[in-house]
């Protein structure tokens, strides 16, 4: 790594945050796809035209692992069996951000999910993770 001459505290750490960022991390990410909300479509319920949440849709990756018994056991009932926990780079909307919308969604090897529970967030140097736990639809 090119951060072995540098201290705690140096300079350095911004060039090993990124070494990081380009070769460790993107050898544990998957490919996922995010779908961030955008509006709603109101329809016509008198003609049976339900509405229809319109979201953007971005390539990116993450790091996906299960999330395990522990967890689920002291969330408080929040977290269940077969939820997911994703580091992403990217804020997401949440389904109770007092905006009314559904949210944004991850779509993860076919599978939609939304997220649960509350963001996590870890500062490295000058980047943000964004540690989420998904539900599959």
């Known amino acids: 790594m090119s951060g ?3 201290n705690i505290f140096d300079d350095c750490d911004s060039g090993v945050i990124q070494e ?3 070769v460790g991390k993107g050898s544990l990410e998957e490919p996922l ?3 961030s909300y955008q509006s709603t479509s109101a329809g016509d319920p008198t003609k049976g035209i ?3 949440f319109n979201y953007i849709i971005t390539p ?3 790091i996906v692992t299960a999330i395990n018994q522990q967890d689920i056991v002291y969330s408080g009932g929040i977290y269940q069996l077969g939820d997911i926990r994703i580091q992403l780079t990217i804020l997401l909307k ?3 951000d007092g905006t009314q919308s559904p949210g944004d969604r991850i779509i993860w090897r076919g599978n939609e999910y939304r997220p649960v529970g509350k963001v996590a ?3 490295m140097g ?3 993770l964004y540690n989420y736990v998904f539900r599959k639809i």
């Open 60 to 62: 990116t990756t993450g």
């Open 94 to 96: 949440a389904i109770d």
């Open 126 to 128: 000058a980047y943000v």
């Open 121 to 123: 967030t870890e500062y």
């Open 20 to 22: 990081y960022l380009a």
């Open 33 to 35: 796809v995010i779908k």
């Open 4 to 6: 072995d001459n540098c």
């Open 50 to 52: 339900a509405k229809t």
